[in-house]
């Protein structure tokens, strides 16, 4: 097999709190996001965006996620509270993948937000394959108005993904997955 597909045939997501620094390197980030841009794009309109969190800046956008929490959830206790602010620093990198998908004369929008599903597993994929490991997910937060307001999204904008990327501590046990036969059929067979 080559390297590539084993890659694709052994790739398990990490745990978030399982993602060791120290944090790619900025170049080693500069690749990721080369390859994370470089997928199917119909009408080439880049309809996605990265944000990146590293550092304190992971902090400060956790005080936001904390301050939604409290407002939806006034009588929650303090460790919850702290437990929120902490979201995005589980990993030593989150990368947002934000879909930018809108309307537009020829391309449908359905398939501008599969351009970002497309870069956000780009983006997963470059990952492992640079050593680290990453975990795809999204959570409440990234649904939420305000902590996308804080964050800089516009109304029109989602979050396809916060990718988080770090070491991986360890080799994951697989889970089950799709009997082929279940999901694959030959059209007239
Ligand atoms: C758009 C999207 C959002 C996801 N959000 C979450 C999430 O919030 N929490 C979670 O535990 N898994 C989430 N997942 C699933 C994980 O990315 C992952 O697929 C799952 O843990 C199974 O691991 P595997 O990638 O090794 O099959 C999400 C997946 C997708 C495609």
Redesign the pocket.
Known sequence: MSDALELLSTR??AKPNELAGPAPSAAEIDRLLTVASRVPDHGKLTPWRFILFEGDARHTAGDAIAAAFRAKYPDAKPEQVEAERQRLARAPLVVAVVSRAAPHVKIPEWEQVLSAGAATMNLVLAAHASGFAA?????WYAYDRAVLDALGLAAHERI??FVHIGRPSGAPSD?PRPALNEIATRFGG
């Open positions: 398990r997501s975990s795809w997910i999204t959570e396809a993904g889970r």
